[in-house]
T-cell receptor
Framework: GDSVTQMEGPVTLSEEAFLTINCTYT??????LFWYVQYPGEGLQLLLK?????DKGSNKGFEATYRKETTSFHLEKGSVQVSDSAVYFC????????????FGGGTRVLVKP | ETGVTQSPTHLIKTRGQQVTLRCSSQ?????VSWYQQALGQGPQFIFQ???????GRGNFPPRFSGLQFPNYSSELNVNALELDDSALYLC???????????FGPGTRLTVT
């Protein structure tokens, strides 16, 4: 079945540092890929998405590129802020499976001033 | 545009009891999916509802059941609660056939 693996946290960074969170996936079809962010005590917010190979999703300074050859969708941000402290989830959806979302385990990011 | 709302925010139940959680979908969205998020883990798909019928189910026992109403809102029912049912329950809405799902704030269920 489909699965998503992302790097374990916590990731602790100083403000303005570069952030990378690795995500790889296994899927039988051609999934869409997502990054969701969860702030403390809240639900999940869609951060960005990519629907086909070589697509780049971007939002709020975050970027991720759909790499079919390496089955990866790594999240990057060039200069993090304290407000980026949250848990980040990589996820895939497969149209053949009714677009249900399969999530990774999440990566907690803590940005210190 | 109204986002996804869920009620209640928190509740505490005793093992063996039954619980009903509610979700109102984002305006115009016709599909509702439910997820269970245990502490420190990623959400797990429970089931999806479209046109008032179950449209896909994850690896959850039959004591997890749901409904969708004509206005696309939905309920998640859990019977015979177990301690391991303690989790954040997330509802997400979408258009059928479209991959993006938008989540509500969740209901935190504690089973004692």
């Amino acid at each position: 079945g489909d699965s998503v693996t992302q790097m374990e946290g916590p990731v602790t960074l100083s403000e303005e540092a570069f952030l990378t969170i690795n995500c790889t996936y296994t899927a039988t079809g051609y999934p869409s890929l997502f990054w969701y962010v969860q702030y403390p005590g809240e639900g999940l917010q869609l951060l960005l998405k990519a629907t086909k190979a070589d697509d780049k999703g971007s939002n709020k300074g975050f970027e991720a590129t759909y790499r079919k050859e390496t089955t990866s969708f790594h999240l990057e941000k060039g200069s993090v802020q304290v407000s980026d402290s949250a848990v980040y989830f990589c996820a895939l959806s497969d149209r053949a499976a009714g677009n249900k979302l399969t999530f990774g385990g999440g990566t907690r990011v803590l940005v210190k001033p | 545009e109204t986002g996804v709302t869920q009620s209640p925010t928190h509740l505490i139940k005793t093992r063996g009891q039954q619980v009903t959680l509610r979700c109102s979908s984002q305006s115009g969205h016709n599909t509702v999916s439910w997820y269970q998020q245990a502490l420190g883990q990623g959400p797990q798909f429970i089931f999806q509802y479209y046109r008032e019928e179950e449209n896909g189910r994850g690896n959850f026992p039959p004591r997890f059941s749901g409904l969708q109403f004509p206005n696309y809102s939905s309920e998640l029912n859990v019977n015979a609660l177990e301690l391991d049912d303690s989790a954040l329950y997330l509802c997400a809405s979408s258009f059928q056939g479209v991959s993006e799902q938008y989540f509500g704030p969740g209901t935190r269920l504690t089973v004692t």
